[in-house]
């Protein structure tokens, strides 16, 4: 079965309404790929959704950085999946590492998360990883299957949920997982899925990388198997984000 390469940006904590509305330009004027073979969606900050949603092309979608765990109410700060429907916002990210290791969010919340997104009509990004010093101690793929376990036990149909592996050692720090080692995890991500939520999900699921992805080293990523597209972070914010929703064309050649 094909699986739609699949490019998310995410534009985390950043930007002003005028840059925000110089992005949008750039990304309005580019020449890409058909939206029948490669998906694109873009995640600004939730003050930014919005005019995003109303002034980005048609062929690409919007995704918010984060929602409430359940229903609106007396929770300060918090933004629910309700309001992001509303909004007519169709996309989120959930379980991003820097939540998780700044905001402390456990692998339980993360999933109840999900569960309520998708129990909404939201379509999941939700994001694994490993730090450096699990990587290191050989228990990446635990550390990952009890991520992903968090979302099986809440979850039954994977359809609206792609899955983002982003080794938490290489976002931000110039480091980059090469080919073969994401390669490695997608693959044996995808075999976990398939043990544990059927054929069915571990065929159709879309496994993404991310983790300083950039328009030089998105070409060679592409080419892996399991690689079904990225969810790119810094170089979301420049030009060069135009180059790795191009880099589809290595999928399609391979």
Same mark, same amino acid.
């Given at each position: 079965?094909?699986?739609?390469?699949?490019?998310?940006?995410?534009?985390?904590?950043?930007?002003?309404?005028?840059?925000?509305?110089?992005?949008?330009?750039?990304?309005?004027?580019?020449?890409?790929? /058909? $939206?029948?073979?490669?998906?694109?969606?873009? *995640?600004?900050? =939730? !003050?930014?959704?919005? &005019?995003?949603?109303? @002034?980005?092309?048609?062929?690409?979608?919007?995704?918010?950085?984060?929602?409430?765990?359940?229903?609106?109410?007396?929770?300060?700060?918090?933004?629910?999946?309700?309001?992001?429907?509303?909004?007519?916002?169709?996309?989120?990210?959930?379980?991003? /590492? $820097?939540?998780?290791?700044?905001?402390?969010? *456990?692998?339980? =919340? !993360?999933?109840?998360? &999900?569960?309520?997104? @998708?129990?909404?009509?939201?379509?999941?990004?939700?994001?694994?990883?490993?730090?450096?010093?699990?990587?290191?101690?050989?228990?990446?793929?635990?550390?990952?299957?009890?991520?992903?376990?968090?979302?099986?036990?809440?979850?039954?149909?994977?359809?609206?949920?792609?899955?983002?592996?982003?080794?938490?050692?290489?976002?931000?720090?110039?480091?980059?997982?090469?080919?073969?080692?994401?390669?490695?995890?997608?693959?044996?991500?995808?075999?976990?899925?398939?043990?544990?939520?059927?054929?069915?999900?571990?065929?159709?699921?879309?496994?993404?990388?991310?983790?300083?992805?950039?328009?030089?080293?998105?070409?060679?990523?592409?080419?892996?198997?399991?690689?079904?597209?990225?969810?790119?972070?810094?170089?979301?914010?420049?030009?060069?984000?135009?180059?790795?929703?191009?880099?589809?064309?290595?999928?399609?050649?391979?």
């Amino acid at each position: 079965m094909s699986r739609k390469f699949f490019v998310g940006g995410n534009w985390k904590c950043n930007g002003t309404i005028e840059e925000v509305k110089k992005i949008v330009t750039t990304l309005n004027e580019a020449e890409v790929p /058909s $939206e029948d073979d490669v998906e694109v969606v873009v *995640s600004p900050p =939730f !003050v930014f959704l919005p &005019v995003v949603k109303t @002034l980005l092309r048609s062929d690409f979608s919007v995704a918010a950085q984060n929602c409430w765990a359940r229903k609106g109410g007396a929770f300060t700060g918090e933004v629910s999946a309700d309001m992001l429907i509303n909004l007519g916002i169709p996309w989120v990210i959930l379980g991003h /590492s $820097e939540r998780r290791l700044l905001l402390n969010e *456990s692998n339980e =919340f !993360v999933g109840d998360k &999900v569960s309520y997104a @998708l129990a909404q009509g939201l379509k999941v990004i939700a994001c694994v990883g490993e730090t450096l010093e699990q990587r290191e101690s050989g228990s990446t793929m635990a550390v990952i299957a009890a991520q992903t376990k968090a979302i099986a036990e809440r979850v039954s149909n994977w359809s609206n949920i792609v899955l983002a592996y982003e080794p938490v050692w290489a976002i931000g720090t110039g480091k980059v997982a090469t080919p073969s080692q994401a390669q490695e995890v997608h693959f044996d991500l995808r075999k976990w899925l398939h043990d544990n939520a059927g054929a069915e999900a571990a065929i159709s699921t879309r496994i993404i990388y991310g983790g300083s992805v950039n328009g030089e080293n998105c070409r060679e990523l592409a080419t892996q198997p399991d690689v079904d597209g990225f969810l790119v972070g810094g170089a979301s914010l420049k030009p060069e984000f135009i180059d790795i929703i191009k880099s589809v064309t290595v999928k399609k050649s391979a």
